[in-house]
């Protein structure tokens, strides 16, 4: 109560404050809509679709729980809507706002999440296909490598061996260019050696005849002296 003598007896322009805070949380618990705004019928619920915003006023259908339609205005606890009628055409009725709601029904809310579980399980599904189809995939490669790894090896080995082989031919083609220059070489110094030594012979030859020519004609010219000799003693006896 001294609240509310204080209220009234304060300043003019908190009197005004206060009358246009009353109003707004007035329309805003009272709000008056303009635009047609979704709403539904309330879970487990039948209301009536009157031609009127009243008790009194003639009620044209019973609207099912879930049932969509569009709020065109609000009128205290009176709300116009709109539904379609079996034939698809625009229907308009009053409603009693405490039976609306902005959320979807359970029913609605249920199907919708059945169809996105049945969406998410379909994509599950192909994901776990793609999945299957990734680990072969994958289990082949690893085959694939493995005999790729096996191969690179084999060859690794193969390449060392002739690396290894082509090693030891050089080594032996330099050894062998070696040897052949050497009984080049020696070939040379044989057919020298076999030159001196036929001129060698030969000239030993040419010398032992010189020799035996001139023992020959020593003892040919002692002959003849030894046979002069002979005869002036014969001469000198006789």
């Not at 809507?81 to 706002?97: H, R």
Request: hydrophobic share 35%; with cysteine.
């Amino acid at each position: 109560m001294k609240v509310h003598q204080y209220i009234w007896k304060g300043p003019k322009k908190m009197r005004h404050f206060l009358w246009i805070v009353a109003m707004v949380i007035c329309f805003s618990l009272f709000p008056s809509r303009g635009w047609a705004e979704k709403a539904y019928v309330l879970d487990n619920l039948k209301i009536t679709f009157r031609s009127g915003p009243s008790l009194d006023n003639k009620v044209i259908r019973m609207l099912s729980s879930g049932r969509s339609l569009e709020v065109l205005e609000s009128q205290g606890d009176w709300s116009r809507v709109q539904i379609m009628d079996d034939s698809g055409n625009p229907l308009e009725g009053w409603v009693m706002t405490r039976y609306l709601m902005d959320r979807l029904p359970w029913k609605e809310r249920a199907e919708t999440l059945d169809k996105k579980v049945g969406e998410l399980q379909k994509k599950l599904s192909t994901l776990d296909k793609e999945r299957q189809v990734a680990l072969a995939q994958k289990k082949d490669l690893a085959a694939r490598l493995q005999k790729t790894e096996a191969s690179l090896e084999d060859l690794k080995t193969k390449y060392e061996n002739l690396r290894r082989g082509s090693s030891n031919y050089l080594e032996l083609k330099t050894k062998y260019m070696d040897i052949q220059s050497s009984v080049a070489k020696s070939r040379e110094k044989v057919d020298t050696l076999s030159q001196e030594n036929q001129k060698l012979r030969s000239s030993e030859r040419n010398r032992w005849f010189g020799t035996g020519a001139l023992v020959l004609l020593s003892g040919l010219l002692i002959g003849v002296v030894m046979g002069r000799k002979q005869r002036n003693r014969k001469s000198i006896y006789d």
